[in-house]
């Protein structure tokens, strides 16, 4: 697995570090820079060998493993202009809602369908009401990012869910402790929350994984 891992990210990480350019520049025409392409070929062969590793050869994997590219690609637009673009979020949500159907109609998981659609509801619903008390702090770009994680999470477990979404805040609130302490950001800086969501989903599904 981690062979194919390490062959598909090698395929797919130029392709993929030019798009996250392109997306973050609004500019067809951008080309990434030889440290960013291998950044992102080796971001993306850890996620695509954990996507293999929690899933085996099953069609959730799929869904996995689209989430793991989608995510390398929002996190690297995101840390360069604060932005979650729905070009990414959108598409990702609907293959992974398909291959999670897939898998359901093949394996029988129904329940982990039925509870993977609540858990997105829940996250994406819960994400919204905090956007609108607090729009500094949450964006819809991060609302949208956040039903995602809950459909992939909740597909897995509630404890998955809850984990992913307390690990997010917690690496949110860590890195913006350590940009004031460092004097990189203030009070009232904006802050990418996209990298620190993922970065929780992904450690919850890794301890899924070793569970």
Do not use: C, E, N
């Not at 604060?82 to 990702?92: E, G, I, M």
């Not at 949500?93 to 609540?118: C, K, N, P, S």
């Not at 994406?124 to 702090?137: D, M, T």
């Not at 800086?189 to 990298?195: D, E, Q």
Request: net charge positive.
């Amino acid at each position: 697995m981690a062979g194919v891992a390490v062959l598909a990210a090698a395929l797919l990480g130029p392709w993929l570090a030019r798009v996250s350019v392109r997306l973050a520049r609004r500019d067809d025409a951008a080309v990434a820079s030889r440290t960013r392409t291998a950044v992102t070929t080796v971001a993306l062969a850890v996620a695509l060998a954990g996507a293999l590793a929690l899933g085996g050869l099953r069609p959730a994997t799929g869904a996995f493993a689209w989430a793991a590219a989608a995510g390398v690609v929002l996190a690297a637009v995101d840390l360069a202009v604060h932005r979650l673009p729905d070009r990414v979020t959108a598409p990702a949500a609907a293959v992974i809602a398909a291959a999670l159907v897939v898998d359901a109609a093949v394996l029988g998981t129904w329940l982990a369908l039925v509870r993977a659609a609540l858990a997105g509801a829940a996250a994406f619903g819960l994400a919204a009401l905090g956007a609108l008390v607090s729009p500094q702090g949450l964006g819809y770009g991060d609302v949208k990012l956040l039903g995602l994680l809950g459909l992939v999470l909740g597909w897995v477990s509630w404890g998955a869910l809850l984990a992913g979404v307390f690990l997010g805040l917690l690496a949110g609130a860590a890195l913006s402790l350590v940009l004031l302490a460092t004097g990189r950001a203030g009070w009232r800086t904006a802050l990418p929350f996209g990298p620190p969501l993922l970065l929780g989903a992904a450690v919850a599904l890794a301890l899924a994984g070793t569970g």
